[in-house]
T-cell receptor, first 114, second 110 residues
């Protein structure tokens, strides 16, 4: 088991609503990345936070936003939910940007949008 | 064209077989290559990490990267039923934003 935790485990939302997902990074890790994994697909990079600043973003619209806190925990916020947002949302932490050999994923939050 | 292509399988092998999993990538600037294992309803678990070209071995697992052909491989020797999972390859230029394949579903039959 990695030291990365995510909450909640599952949730169900209605189209148009907003959702906040949370991630606690492994101890000593100051960099957090968020990924979206649709059913039967590989994870897709949403964005990365390093020391409370976004320092990389994938091809996702602005309604996907995030925060990183001084303790390096992180939130992913999604506004105006769409049916296609239904997926497993994964966060991954590492000691610093670019230290890819020690990127550890959490168990994910499964979001269902109805 | 997707950045990383991976045959989704499914792949089914008898216990003890050698398993070969493969991916191709399109961006010649990629230099970080990873293999993850993902069990059902779990997060991906890092298996192997390779920087640039070459081979890397860890126990029953061997990762190969051929940058001339943009080909990534993972070999599993003496496969076990516990190896049954989805295997994801991933590549990156900077070591930050990773591009994943769709995953190959592997079943090892006792």
């Amino acid at each position: 088991e990695t030291g990365v935790t995510q909450s909640p485990t599952h949730l169900i939302k209605t189209r148009g609503q907003q959702v906040t997902l949370r991630c606690s990074s492994q101890s000593g890790h100051n960099t957090v990345s968020w990924y979206q994994q649709a059913l039967g697909q590989g994870p897709q990079f949403i964005f990365q936070y390093y020391r409370e600043e976004e320092n990389g973003r994938g091809n996702f619209p602005p309604r996907f936003s995030g925060l990183q806190f001084p303790n390096y925990s992180s939130e992913l916020n999604v506004n105006a939910l769409e049916l296609d947002d239904s997926a497993l949302y994964l966060c991954a932490s590492r000691a610093r940007p670019g230290s890819s050999y020690e990127q550890y994923f959490g168990p994910g939050t499964r979001l269902t949008v109805t | 064209q997707k950045e990383v292509e991976q045959d989704p399988g499914p792949l089914s092998v008898p216990e003890g077989a050698i398993v070969s999993l493969n991916c191709t990538y399109s961006n010649s600037a990629f230099q970080y290559f990873m293999w993850y294992r993902q069990y059902s309803r779990k997060g991906p678990e890092l298996l192997m990490y390779t920087y640039s070209s070459g081979n890397k071995e860890d126990g029953r697992f061997t990762a190969q990267v051929d940058k001339s052909s943009k080909y990534i491989s993972l070999f599993i020797r003496d496969s076990q039923p516990s190896d049954s999972a989805t295997y994801l390859c991933a590549s990156s230029r900077t070591g930050n934003q990773f591009y994943f394949g769709t995953g190959t579903s592997l079943t090892v039959i006792p």
